[in-house]
C-alpha cells in the first residue's frame, strides 16, 4: 500500500496541479495536506502581522473550497496550524506516509521549510506548476534567462508553446479513516475579522468556483476582456481590469487555465490587442518568477528593520495620511479592503521610495501584510524595479503623482471616494 502526502500551499486547486495528478498515479492512497504556517501570519519583525486579516479571510476562504472540493470527491483534507513540519509529522505517524508531493517554490521561506522536510526523513518530489510556462518549456537554460521582459517576452512568443491545462483527476483515493480535518478561524489565528466596506473594487470570494465565476462573466457574458488593455489603468468598481490576480496568487486557479478559456474566447468570439495584453499580463507573473528562480536568495533582498516603528513618514504613508491626496486615498482603499490597482500600486510605491526616501522594502512587508493577491515573485519584482534594482536597474523610475492623478484620477472621484 504506497500512500503519497500531496502538500497545498499556493495551488489551492483540483485541476491543472501536476503535483496531484502525478500523486493520483503513482500512489494507492493520497492525503491531501494543508497548513496555516504560524510562522506565515505573523513575524516580530514588523509591528503588523505578517499576514493581515484581509489576505488571511481570502485563504481561509479558499482553503474551505479546496476543502469542499475533495470532499466532494471522498477525501478529507489534512489541515493544521503550527508548523507545516509537525502536521506532517502526525501524519506520517498515523498513516505510515513519508513521500510528499508538491509544487517547486522558489522563494527562501517555503525552500527552508522544505529542507527541514527532507532532514526529517520525508521524501519530496517537486513539480513546477504555477506558472503559464513549465521550465522545460524556456527555450534556454535558466542561467540565461534575460535581464529584461522585452527579450525574454520576445523568446517565448518566438520559440514557446504554453501547455495544454490538466483535467481533475478522475479518481481520488485516500486511506478509509482518514480525519476530517477542521479549518482554523481569524481569531484562532490571532486576527480581527475585517468588515467589507462598500467602496471596494470588488467583493472578492476565495476559491476556484468562484474564480470560474468570474472569469465566464469578465470574458463571455459582459466581454470585458475586450477593453483590457484601455481600462485596465482604471481606479473605481469592478470592471476596470480582470481581478484575477487574488485567485491566481493562491493557485485557486492556473494561469493555464485562463489562458486556454482566452484562446477560446478569441476563435469563438473576438481577438485584439486587449485579449492579446490579457497574456502579456500574464507572461509578467512568469517572467518574475523565472528571475526569482534565476537569481535564488539574491531575488529576496529584504533587510530587517527595527527601527521601522521609529518611522514616522512610514506609518503615515502605511495608513494614508501623508498628506498627497491620491497616495492617501490608494492607502486607504488597501488598508480597508485588501486591495489596490495596479496604477495605484506604482504610485504608492514611487512615493515611498523616491518622495519619502524610505527603504522600498518596508513597502513591500505592508503589501505582503495587506494584499489578498500577494505573490511574493511579483511582489519582490515590481518593488525592485520601481526602486531601480534588480533587473533592468534604473535610478529614476519616478513616478509624479500629482500628474498621475490629473491623467488618471481626471475628476477627483477616486479621491473622493476613498478620503470623504
Not at 237 to 257: N, T, V
Not at 263 to 283: D, H, P, R
Amino acid at each position: 500500500m504506497k500512500r503519497i502526502i500531496v502538500w497545498f500551499r499556493n495551488d489551492l486547486r483540483l485541476s491543472d496541479n501536476e503535483a496531484l495528478h502525478q500523486a493520483c498515479l503513482d500512489a494507492d492512497e493520497i492525503i491531501p495536506y494543508y497548513c496555516f504556517e504560524e510562522s506565515a501570519i505573523h513575524n516580530d519583525s514588523w509591528p503588523f502581522p505578517k499576514t493581515g486579516a484581509f489576505r488571511a479571510q481570502f485563504i481561509l476562504e479558499s482553503v474551505a473550497a479546496l476543502q469542499a472540493q475533495l470532499r466532494e470527491e471522498g477525501l478529507e483534507l489534512q489541515i493544521y496550524h503550527g508548523s507545516s513540519l509537525k502536521g506532517l509529522l502526525k501524519i506520517k505517524e498515523e498513516y505510515q506516509a513519508r513521500d510528499v508531493y508538491c509544487a517547486e517554490e522558489v522563494s527562501q521561506e517555503e525552500l527552508d521549510r522544505e529542507k527541514e522536510m527532507e532532514e526529517n526523513g520525508f521524501k519530496l518530489k517537486r513539480f513546477w506548476q504555477n506558472s503559464l510556462y513549465a521550465k522545460t518549456d524556456l527555450p534556454f537554460e535558466i542561467h540565461q534567462l534575460p535581464e529584461v521582459f522585452t527579450a525574454f517576452r520576445k523568446k517565448m512568443e518566438k520559440y514557446a508553446q504554453v501547455p495544454k491545462a490538466l483535467p481533475k483527476p478522475a479518481l481520488l483515493k485516500g486511506p478509509e479513516k482518514l480525519m476530517a480535518g477542521e479549518l482554523p478561524s481569524l481569531n484562532t489565528l490571532g486576527l480581527a475579522t475585517p468588515s467589507f466596506d462598500s467602496r471596494s473594487a470588488f467583493p472578492f470570494k476565495g476559491g476556484g468556483q468562484a474564480a470560474r465565476t468570474r472569469m465566464q462573466s469578465y470574458f463571455w457574458e459582459e466581454t470585458r476582456i475586450l477593453e483590457y488593455k484601455n481600462t485596465r489603468n482604471g481606479l473605481i468598481g469592478d470592471s476596470y481590469s480582470s481581478k484575477f490576480s487574488p485567485w491566481l496568487a493562491l493557485g485557486c486557479i492556473s494561469a493555464r487555465e485562463i489562458y486556454w478559456e482566452l484562446k477560446k474566447f478569441e476563435e469563438e468570439v473576438k481577438s485584439n490587442s486587449s485579449t492579446y495584453w490579457m497574456y502579456f499580463e500574464l507572461l509578467w507573473r512568469d517572467f518574475f518568477r523565472f528571475t526569482a528562480l534565476k537569481e535564488g536568495r539574491s531575488f529576496f533582498r529584504m533587510k530587517e528593520v527595527q527601527a521601522m516603528k521609529t518611522l514616522p513618514h512610514f506609518e503615515a504613508w502605511r495608513i494614508g495620511e501623508t498628506g498627497q491626496a491620491f497616495v492617501d486615498a490608494n492607502m486607504k482603499e488597501l488598508l480597508q479592503t485588501g486591495f489596490m490597482s495596479n496604477r495605484g500600486r506604482q504610485n504608492v510605491a514611487s512615493y515611498l521610495i523616491h518622495d519619502l526616501k524610505i527603504p522600498w522594502h518596508l513597502g513591500a512587508a505592508w503589501f505582503e501584510s495587506q494584499l489578498i493577491d500577494y505573490d511574493v515573485c511579483s511582489n519582490y519584482g515590481n518593488w525592485t524595479y520601481l526602486a531601480g534594482l534588480g533587473n533592468d536597474p534604473r535610478p529614476n523610475r519616478y513616478f509624479n503623482v500629482q500628474g498621475q492623478a490629473e491623467r488618471y484620477d481626471t475628476d477627483g472621484a477616486y479621491q473622493r471616494l476613498w478620503l470623504t
